[in-house]
């Protein structure tokens, strides 16, 4: 679990340092260089330069912001999604517990990432936002990524509800007339709080996947914004020429998601 804290936090400090590292080093991640093409790691480009010369440091920095909001962004907007889902499934019951199970039974059925690439690849201008903008880019990546990722939560929390609901404690405080809200308060909700934290921290780390993935594709954060998916997509004629400026961003991607797992992993086991 401290692992893994610690390589999110590692990731999470770089991302706000990008701008003081940036005014440090006197370099801007997205200004090009062409004279300075391909650097190789100095004192002033730490992990050299990409096709266009600028900053590899500064830009996996810069990269970080973006990777990591989304990733955040679209796994809490998921859990409170799928927590608000899966409560109210297994407390109403019926009809409510019904509708919203077969909901995500339909959306588990169907391919993710096809509809993903289908989705992210709509005009943003038709749902009001703007083209080519980073915020707005989070923005609909992470509601996108949300739509999808609720259903797991959801499925979760209604097991866990469910199993907590069934034990005599909660039904004898039901058969007293203590209010439903405070028996969800006091009873239910912190018997959901390891099961949700790590459904969170796993779904940051699938978040960023499906993020690189889109990026990647050219569906996701859009240039000059860097984000590590972009960055690999530049990088991907450049495997032979200068393999580093695939391995950074890859590197970045999969220490973030192992970040994560292990920091899932800790608290499983810590329940």
């Excluded at 005014?23 to 992990?47: C, Q, V």
């Amino acid at each position: 679990m401290k692992a893994g804290a610690l390589l999110l936090a590692a990731l999470a400090l770089a991302a706000l340092g990008a701008d003081a590292a940036a005014a440090l080093l006197g370099h801007d991640p997205f200004a090009p260089d062409l004279f300075n093409r391909f650097a190789a790691p100095s004192a002033t480009h730490p992990l050299g330069t990409d096709d266009l010369g600028r900053d590899v440091l500064l830009r996996l920095m810069q990269g970080a912001r973006v990777s990591l909001a989304v990733g955040l962004a679209a796994a809490l907007a998921a859990t409170l999604l799928g927590t608000a889902a899966g409560l109210v499934a297994a407390w109403r019951g019926g009809w409510a517990d019904a509708v919203l199970m077969r909901l995500a039974d339909g959306l588990l059925a169907l391919p993710a990432l096809p509809l993903l690439v289908i989705l992210a690849a709509l005009d943003p201008a038709a749902i009001g936002l703007p083209r080519g903008e980073a915020l707005a880019d989070i923005l609909r990546l992470s509601a996108l990524l949300a739509l999808f990722g609720w259903v797991g939560v959801a499925r979760l929390v209604r097991a866990a509800a469910l199993s907590v609901l069934a034990r005599d404690h909660v039904r004898a405080a039901r058969a007293l007339g203590v209010a439903e809200a405070r028996i969800l308060r006091r009873h239910v909700l912190p018997q959901l709080a390891a099961p949700v934290a790590i459904a969170t921290a796993l779904a940051v780390g699938g978040a960023i996947l499906a993020e690189s993935t889109l990026s990647f594709l050219g569906l996701g954060i859009a240039p000059p914004a860097a984000s590590w998916g972009n960055m690999l997509a530049n990088a991907q004629d450049l495997a032979f020429n200068a393999p580093l400026a695939a391995i950074w961003p890859g590197l970045a991607i999969a220490l973030a998601v192992l970040g994560c797992t292990l920091l899932a992993d800790g608290v499983a086991r810590r329940r």
